[in-house]
């Protein structure tokens, strides 16, 4: 309490010897004496008081605040620097929120640009004199003068012995040429002039219509309409047009700007600014979406008498090898969709609203095809449709003696999403059966979630495989003269001297061709099986593609039936241990699958 006390105290004290001194006549000399040795006093005792509770430096300053300590009775000075107060309206609580547009406005990339933030500090020598610029002038020889002048609100400037002289609205590079042309009217002989542009007066605009904030914004009268817009935020992407831009002044309009001219072929209005100018942005006009296959996939803002497929044409720049154009909208109520060459299109007349797509229609009539492996001479080769496989490879260079002919096989594209397909029918039918097997008591029932778990992390990993998508086309010597599709891959693969060993085996590796080993014998030279190996069924990828079965177990099929050739791969699949019968056939199955479809020697 007394803490609080004594200065309240003081004050009081203070107050009643400044009103006692004032009565007495006292100049205001003394009692600014008297209030300084108060606040002495004050300062001395509240140095042993403890820190209260009312004082102003202990307490929370707003966001953005600077940290120095303000006296009472003062304005802050620094600018707050987009800087929102508590409780001041901001574009989050005021604009309604936009999702990401899948077609932007043609020409909207124009308000990211930097020029806003990059523009030169130097002046423009187009820049047009204006009342409130201060010129520099200097007068040597004969007659000596030198002095900073302004453009009066007559558009002149004074100079003792000369008079005024006008060059308001005369281009700063200019400004010289002009003063001196009036000096030396006066003095003829002996007088040397230079004459310096200053400083340019800023001008304060206007921005209203559909931007982000309308308001007063200040510039240079020689900045540029975009300068003022980026300022603004932009043009409303929804609400806004792009080509209908006015700069009113006193009530008439003095210039148009048309940003889809600036963006096209880089025409602004030439106009020098004045204060109080409104830039006003018009709604926007009629609209038509390009949405696919051009190369200006745009939202686009057309007049009246714009409104046709050939200045879309122009705007959007469809790709090469677009053919048609797809048209959807509205017509008389009634919805309205025409699909019509690129020619047809451009002269349909269209109505706001519309949606075109551009397609490539082509009927192909040439095919890429790919060669691969063992060859000499170009990977790709064009032909028309209807080629078959012997016809190209009369036409591939090979070396007979590291080029396998015997065993040539072709990956596909559409046989490799066959293949995923497949794959991935498999993994539904095992998530299917995992997810609604039958429990019969609770110990069964954890059991089956560390199962369905294991399971899900495999069948994650399955749908992470990429088919290749082989086709076999070669055995015994003799190759299947098939029609070949686009972008095929015939592959030709070297002659080589091993087998591949891999999968569950104690050392994944290649072995030389032996005539007379069986599986087991490559199987026992990489190490043996491991302890999940599935001996009854061994995969046996040979080289043209071709697929078959082994086992160690001669129950099942004897592994002197199956003749390995070199090149051929030997891969001992896991065998699966799960309690769920169906489980373990779908499991099993989608293996022999991925092994097959993907060639997974070491997966």
Not at 89 to 97: M, N, R
Not at 248 to 261: H, I
């Amino acid at each position: 309490m007394k803490t609080l006390f004594k200065p309240l105290l003081l004050s009081f004290t203070t107050a009643l010897l400044a009103l006692s001194l004032n009565a007495q006549g006292q100049s205001f000399e003394q009692l600014q004496e008297l209030r300084q040795r108060a606040q002495q006093s004050d300062s001395i005792n509240s140095t042993n008081a403890s820190v209260s509770p009312l004082d102003v430096s202990s307490q929370r300053t707003l966001p953005g605040a600077s940290n120095m300590t303000s006296q009472m009775g003062q304005f802050s000075t620094q600018p707050r620097n987009g800087q929102s107060l508590p409780g001041e309206p901001t574009i989050d609580t005021v604009f309604p929120a936009q999702d990401p547009m899948d077609n932007p406005p043609f020409a909207a990339n124009l308000f990211i640009g930097g020029f806003e933030s990059e523009r030169s500090s130097g002046l423009n020598d187009n820049y047009l004199i204006a009342p409130g610029d201060k010129i520099s002038i200097w007068i040597w020889g004969a007659v000596n003068f030198s002095n900073v002048v302004t453009v009066d609100n007559q558009g002149n400037i004074f100079i003792p012995n000369i008079g005024p002289i006008r060059i308001a609205n005369t281009p700063a590079g200019s400004v010289n040429q002009t003063v001196t042309a009036k000096i030396r009217q006066v003095y003829t002989n002996d007088v040397n002039v230079y004459v310096d542009l200053l400083t340019s007066t800023p001008v304060s605009i206007f921005v209203s219509g559909p931007v982000l904030r309308p308001g007063q914004y200040a510039g240079l009268a020689s900045d540029s309409v975009l300068y003022f817009l980026k300022r603004a935020g932009g043009v409303d992407f929804q609400r806004g047009s792009f080509r209908q831009i006015d700069i009113v002044r006193n009530g008439d309009v003095v210039a148009s700007a048309d940003l889809y001219a600036f963006f096209r072929s880089g025409k602004l209005p030439e106009v020098s600014f004045q204060d109080g100018d409104t830039i006003l942005v018009h709604p926007i006009g009629n609209t038509i979406v390009v949405e696919t296959g051009a190369r200006n996939s745009f939202t686009f803002e057309f007049l009246n008498e714009e409104l046709n497929g050939g200045v879309v044409n122009y705007f959007a720049r469809p790709g090469e090898f677009a053919s048609h154009a797809s048209v959807a909208g509205v017509r008389e109520n009634k919805q309205f969709a025409r699909y019509l060459s690129i020619e047809e299109f451009a002269q349909l007349p269209l109505k706001a609203g519309d949606t075109v797509e551009y397609v490539s229609d082509h009927e192909p009539q040439i095919y890429r095809i790919n060669v691969a492996g063992a060859f000499a001479g170009a990977s790709q080769v064009m032909v028309d449709k209807g080629t078959r496989l012997i016809d190209v490879l009369d036409h591939i260079e090979i070396d007979t003696a590291l080029s396998d002919t015997q065993n040539i096989y072709v990956l596909r594209e559409s046989v490799a999403l066959k293949q995923k397909e497949i794959i991935e029918e498999g993994l539904q039918r095992l998530e299917r059966s995992m997810y609604t097997a039958p429990i019969s008591s609770t110990g069964e029932g954890a059991i089956r979630a560390q199962e369905a778990q294991l399971v899900a992390d495999f069948i994650a990993r399955a749908r992470q495989v990429e088919p290749q998508g082989r086709v076999v086309v070669s055995e015994n010597g003799e190759v299947a003269n098939i029609l070949l599709e686009p972008n095929d891959t015939i592959v030709i693969p070297e002659i080589t001297d091993l087998i591949h060993v891999g999968g569950e085996v104690l050392l994944p590796q290649s072995v030389v061709f032996n005539p007379d080993a069986t599986t087991e014998d490559y199987v026992a030279w990489a190490g043996g099986f491991t302890e999940r190996a599935e001996d009854e069924r061994i995969l046996i990828m040979h080289k043209n593609g071709n697929v078959s079965f082994a086992s160690i177990d001669s129950s099942f099929l004897s592994s002197e039936q199956i003749k390995i050739e070199p090149g051929d791969q030997i891969i001992v699949l896991p065998a699966i241990d799960l309690k769920i019968m169906q489980a373990v056939k779908d499991v099993t199955q989608i293996i022999f699958q991925i092994a097959v479809a993907a060639n997974a020697i070491d997966r």
